[in-house]
């Protein structure tokens, strides 16, 4: 028998990630929407200088201190009949691992880009990520009120980078001081704002171009400017296909000014109209459609100490079908089908948490986890059991080993190390038959070595050394009961062991793989590690 409640509130749900390049405008453009969904009263109180007040995203310590998002958060709000939630992602290269697995866990994909400066370096990683995921983006193009490039060049870029065609849905009157609003391809208006010091209300001016009254709203140049335009682009930009949209090759593009409320609200609804609800997804067993009766989610995100004063561990699980309610059951997949009760599920919105009765395909809820879950794990009603599809591990790119200054400080750095490399923000190795005295430590970004060493001294407080090593490239032994010892190698290339004791070669280079490959007859090598 259908639940219909349930139906009509997976229905009603959008889930989606931010991503941008650090000091694009994510921030405020989260913020601008939140406000829309009177989530928070007035934004920009909420982000000030960025040494006073901060945005109700950003909390880590060190997110502070470099001004830059390094964990995602999760964001809901209710807007004109959905269920929004928002996923914060970090807006840095060297955290695109933290970007993949959150965007595993959403629908769709809003790229924040700024206008002046169009796909920037650090962020085109964090963009193909997205790209390779083929799930549907849309990009906001934001700073319109400050000197920008042309819009015609920004889509060229983003095509060409990103390898994603652009539709723009409105197109932008003028740029900095000259900046008149925006001209919806849609409704065929011109539609003027006026800056209101991030207030809700806008005021607008509807007119279609062509008419004498934009002379004067919007200047005879711009007029004359936006006529030529729209000509050009209604002969030569792709047509809106929404299937294009929803596999991912065709993105959506809004212009606007995040700080001024320049076509954020037009953006949002627009964006609410293509985007979907919750998708069906891939599992051992077929797939699983939202709808379904029976209840599943899969954890994708695992942080520790998100609050200080909680000293704790939150697991963050995707809804995937169904409902959750309080205190049911479920079991736990990769636990061999443990039954448990998730404890103190929440809702988190940045720092606030609050504790949540019911949640829907599409929701994120976080639990309180002593440590038995594992980035990637199922979770759903017992009875039912089945596995989704994993999350790949990046390959790290960066090792050093890493040792405790003092020796009296032993177990914490031992749990600091484990507990960190369990969130998967790290992987550590150690050297075979050694101790946990030192490991070594493997990540995908060097900005996660400072995180890595911020996070030991303020939540662990073991202050640690750590010695860069010249190792590049990381493979696993597939061979079953090898020795690696008697493997014949370069003399640059070292054998480390996982965790769990897999055995793992470290190169410095790729020559150094193609020579163990070339010395060794039969040595299987693999990039990930496949238990
Ligand atoms: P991020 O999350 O992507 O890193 O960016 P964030 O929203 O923090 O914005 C970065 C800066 O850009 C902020 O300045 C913000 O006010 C500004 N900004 C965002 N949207 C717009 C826009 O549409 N127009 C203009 N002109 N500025 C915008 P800030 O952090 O306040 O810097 P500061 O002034 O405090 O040093």
Redesign the pocket.
């Given at each position: 028998m259908p639940d219909n409640k349930m139906i009509e509130e997976i229905n009603r749900r959008r889930t989606f990630a931010i991503i941008?390049?650090?000091?694009?405008?994510?921030?405020?453009?989260?913020?601008k929407l939140l406000l829309y969904g009177g989530a928070i009263t007035l934004a920009g109180s909420v982000?000030?200088?960025?040494t006073d007040r901060h945005?109700v995203s950003?909390w880590m310590e060190i997110e502070k201190q470099r001004?830059?998002?390094v964990t995602s958060s999760v964001m809901q709000f209710e807007y004109e009949g959905c269920c929004i939630n928002i996923l914060d992602t970090p807006?840095h290269q060297d955290f695109s691992e933290d970007t993949y697995r959150t965007l595993m866990a959403v629908d769709s994909a809003v790229m924040?880009i700024d206008a002046a400066k169009g796909v920037e370096n650090q962020t085109r990683k964090l963009f193909k990520v997205c790209v390779m995921r083929h799930i549907p983006i849309f990009t906001f193009i934001?700073?319109?009120?400050?000197d920008s490039r042309n819009p015609f060049d920004l889509l060229t870029q983003i095509e060409d980078e990103l390898g994603i065609a652009t539709c723009p849905m409105n197109w932008p009157i003028g740029n900095g001081v000259d900046f008149k609003g925006v001209y919806d391809r849609n409704s065929r208006k011109v539609i003027s704002y006026t800056a209101n010091g991030g207030q809700r209300e806008v005021e607008s001016v509807e007119a279609e171009p062509g008419d004498p009254c934009l002379d004067s709203l919007i200047g005879e140049a711009n007029h004359r400017q936006l006529s030529e335009d729209i000509e050009l682009l209604d002969g030569a930009s792709d047509e809106l296909d929404l299937e294009r949209v929803a596999k991912g090759e065709l993105s959506p593009v809004f212009f606007?000014?995040?700080?001024?409320n320049?076509g954020v609200e037009p953006f949002l609804e627009g964006f609410l109209k293509m985007t979907s609800p919750p998708l069906p997804r891939v599992s051992d067993k077929g797939i699983i459609e939202p709808t379904e009766d029976v209840f599943s989610a899969f954890v994708f995100k695992i942080q520790a100490n998100m609050n200080k004063a909680h000293r704790d561990r939150l697991t963050f699980m995707r809804v995937c079908s169904g409902k959750f309610t309080r205190d049911m059951e479920v079991s736990h997949v990769q636990g061999g089908n443990k039954k448990m009760r998730l404890s103190q599920p929440q809702q988190i919105m940045a720092q606030e948490r609050e504790i949540i009765n019911e949640a829907y395909a599409g929701d994120i809820i976080g639990v309180f986890d002593p440590g038995i879950f594992s980035i990637g794990d199922t979770i759903c009603t017992p009875g039912h059991e089945f596995k989704f599809e994993g999350i790949p591990t990046f390959a790290p790119e960066h090792f050093a080993r890493i040792r405790h200054k003092d020796t009296m400080k032993r177990k914490q750095f031992v749990k600091g190390a484990t507990q960190i490399a369990q969130e998967g923000a790290i992987q550590i190795f150690r050297e075979p038959d050694s101790g946990m005295e030192e490991v070594i430590v493997g990540v995908v970004g060097m900005l996660q070595f400072d995180v890595f060493e911020h996070r030991m001294s303020t939540e662990y407080n073991v202050e640690i050394i750590n010695e860069g090593l010249p190792y590049q490239y990381i493979r696993w032994i597939d061979n079953e009961g090898i020795d690696p010892k008697k493997l014949n190698l370069s003399s640059d290339t070292k054998i480390v062991q996982d965790f769990k004791g897999n055995y793992l070669l470290l190169f410095t280079s790729e020559w150094n793989i193609r020579w163990a490959l070339e010395k060794n007859e039969g040595l299987l090598l693999s990039e990930f590690n496949k238990n």
């Open positions: 941008s390049h650090p000091d694009a405008g994510k921030t405020t453009l989260t913020e982000k000030g200088k960025k945005a950003d001004g830059i998002s807006g924040v934001n700073k319109l009120d400050r606007g000014s995040a700080l001024n320049f």
